[in-house]
């Protein structure tokens, strides 16, 4: 029989451990369960807190989980999945802020991590798009096109579009590898080309291409290509 988190000593629960502590000194597991709030029968909330962990290879696999996947885990209904993709949303939204306020490239990290969390651990290929003012500062960020794991469509009259509809003077474009290596294809440099031709027809310019993996970013503005 599975030990009850209150039964644990307070300064092994971690909701006491936290409010004593801090979060900084909880293990992923258990900032997972505090989100769970309770376990499933024969597992407490830190149990089943690390079995989700070791299930779908950390916290970042656990957070980019489809929903699907995630209802399939015994006693993890859609209340747990809608409060896991709160936490992402959160995350996502809070690194949005920054490059609101500021020029994106005074602070290129911030694009790199907030990329990684919104498409890196997507199980199939999205293209996105963010748009700037003159600034360079964030107006506007969307998905654009969905493929499968070894392609999208990219069609450049819709971000053309798109870029004119929130009166963008620049854009960043981005897209995730699912295979886990950023490195650009040659597609994805003539897809490039493509789109900077046609942002350039009505002089909006395009900054950079950024491809994304799980744990690395390329740029190719970084590399010369733009």
């Given at each position: 029989m599975s030990t009850r988190i209150a039964d644990l000593p307070p300064a092994a629960r971690p909701r006491e451990k936290l409010l004593q502590r801090g979060p900084?000194?909880?293990?992923?597991?258990?900032?997972?369960?505090?989100?769970?709030?309770?376990?499933?029968?024969?597992?407490?909330?830190?149990?089943?807190?690390?079995?989700l962990l070791d299930l779908f290879g950390g916290l970042h696999g656990l957070l980019h989980a489809p929903a699907a996947r995630l209802r399939a885990v015994r006693g993890l209904g859609l209340a747990k999945y809608a409060e896991l993709a709160a936490v992402l949303e959160l995350a996502r939204r809070a690194l949005a802020e920054p490059m609101r306020e500021r020029r994106l490239f005074d602070r290129p990290e911030v694009v790199a991590d907030y990329l990684r969390l919104w498409l890196g651990g997507s199980e199939v290929e999205v293209f996105a798009a963010l748009?700037?003012?003159?600034?360079?500062?964030?107006?506007?960020?969307q998905q654009l096109w969905r493929g499968t794991l070894a392609h999208t469509a990219?069609?450049?009259?819709?971000?053309?579009?798109?870029?004119?509809?929130?009166?963008a003077a620049a854009v960043i474009v981005a897209h995730n590898h699912p295979s886990g290596l950023a490195e650009p294809s040659?597609?994805?440099?003539?897809?490039?080309?493509?789109?900077?031709?046609?942002?350039?027809?009505?002089?909006?310019?395009?900054?950079?291409?950024?491809?994304?993996?799980?744990?690395?970013?390329?740029?190719?503005?970084?590399r010369g290509w733009l």
């Open positions: 900084q000194a909880l293990a992923d597991a258990e900032l997972v369960a505090l989100l769970l709030r309770s376990g499933v029968r024969g597992c407490n909330a830190l149990q089943l807190g690390q079995k748009l700037l003012d003159h600034r360079h500062r964030l107006l506007h960020c990219v069609y450049p009259r819709e971000l053309v579009k798109l870029a004119l509809e929130h009166q040659a597609s994805d440099q003539q897809v490039t080309q493509r789109l900077k031709a046609a942002l350039g027809l009505l002089d909006i310019a395009l900054l950079d291409h950024l491809v994304v993996a799980r744990t690395e970013v390329c740029s190719f503005a970084a």
